[in-house]
């Protein structure tokens, strides 16, 4: 009888900590699905950022190529065909990295919103 009520009371002890170990894990899945969606907004932020950097970047090329293309004293045709496309290749290295930069930005809004949907099935 006494085997029997230690063999019950032991498996009573198993029983809890499955079910402890169980919703720890569940508690450690959650807490790793929130840092997710935490970290990939931090990404989206600087990835912001880095698109307005680069928007004024942009803005600072056109203005320099209007001004090449206006000032004409001093310079003789062939040095403003040169600086045009001197320019002209900042522009372009310029634009393909703000097509690079919305690329990387939907991407972390789709991975953002696979975030989100494992945080609410958790819940």
Do not use: P, W
């Amino acid at each position: 009888m006494k085997s029997l009520i230690i063999l019950s009371f032991l498996f009573g002890i198993t029983f809890n900590s499955i079910a402890q170990e169980s919703s720890i894990k569940r508690e450690l899945d959650s807490l790793k699905t929130v840092h997710a969606v935490c970290d990939i907004t931090s990404q989206i932020g600087k990835n912001i950022k880095t698109h307005d950097s680069l928007s004024k970047i942009q803005e600072k090329y056109k203005s320099q190529y209007l001004d090449i293309q206006s000032f004409k004293i001093g310079r003789t045709k062939l040095d403003k065909e040169k600086q045009i496309k001197e320019i002209n290749t900042l522009i372009e290295n310029n634009d393909k990295a703000i097509i690079e930069n919305r690329a990387l930005y939907h991407s972390l809004l789709e991975k953002l919103k696979v975030a989100e949907e494992k945080v609410k099935l958790l819940n």
